[in-house]
C-alpha cells in the first residue's frame, strides 16, 4: 500500500466531493482539513500555516503520491520542489501554480512524475499560466487539457485512479 494524500483546495476541506470521492477508491488515503480560508488572513500567511501541517503530516512516512487541487496543488508542487525524493508521483488537479512563492529563482527543476489534469472551461485558474509554469519544474509532465471547469468533477470521476496509481 503506497502513502497518498488529498490535499484540498482554498475555501475546501478534506471532506469536499473529491476527498470523499478518493476515500472510495483509496480507503487508506488521507484527507486532512488544513487550516480554514479566512479572508482577513494574508493568502501566504495562510499557504505557510498549511504548509506546516503538510510538513507535519509527510514527515511520519516515506514515498507519498500526492493529490493537490487548486490551492492544493500549489501545496503539493512546492513540497515536490522542495523534497523530491520523498514523492513517488504528483497529481495536480486545476492547480494554482502562478504565485509568488513559486517562482523559477526559488526552485530548480525536479525529475518527479507530474500529471495534470486542467479545465479548458477554468474560469478561476487559467490553465495556460499554469501550464507554463509547470513546465520549468517538471520536466516528466503529462498536461492533460479536459473540457470541464475549475472543479473537475466530470473529469475526476472519469479518472481511471488505479491506473494512475498503481500498486495501491
Given at each position: 500500500m503506497q502513502n497518498i494524500i488529498f490535499i484540498h483546495g482554498l475555501e475546501s476541506s478534506g471532506r469536499g466531493f473529491k476527498g470523499r470521492f478518493f476515500k472510495t477508491i483509496f480507503p487508506d488515503i488521507l484527507t486532512p482539513d488544513f487550516k480554514e480560508f479566512d479572508p482577513n488572513i494574508k493568502m501566504y500567511d495562510l499557504l505557510g500555516a498549511r504548509m506546516d501541517e503538510l510538513n507535519s503530516i509527510l514527515e511520519k512516512k516515506k514515498k507519498w503520491v500526492?493529490?493537490?487541487?487548486?490551492?492544493?496543488g500549489l501545496m503539493g508542487t512546492v513540497y515536490t520542489l522542495k523534497n523530491p525524493d520523498n514523492v513517488i508521483r504528483l497529481?495536480?488537479?486545476?492547480?494554482?501554480?502562478?504565485?509568488?512563492?513559486?517562482?523559477?529563482?526559488?526552485?530548480?527543476?525536479?525529475?518527479?512524475?507530474v500529471t495534470i489534469f486542467h479545465g479548458e472551461k477554468d474560469n478561476v485558474v487559467r490553465y495556460k499560466p499554469s501550464l507554463e509554469r509547470a513546465k520549468m519544474f517538471f520536466p516528466n509532465l503529462e498536461?492533460?487539457?479536459?473540457?470541464?471547469?475549475?472543479?473537475?468533477?466530470?473529469?475526476?470521476?472519469?479518472?481511471?485512479?488505479?491506473?494512475?496509481?498503481?500498486n495501491t
Open positions: 500526492l493529490i493537490g487541487s487548486s490551492f492544493g497529481i495536480l488537479l486545476a492547480p494554482f501554480l502562478v504565485s509568488r512563492k513559486l517562482k523559477p529563482s526559488f526552485y530548480k527543476a525536479v525529475d518527479v512524475p498536461f492533460n487539457l479536459v473540457d470541464d471547469d475549475h472543479f473537475l468533477h466530470k473529469t475526476v470521476k472519469s479518472i481511471n485512479w488505479k491506473e494512475l496509481i498503481p
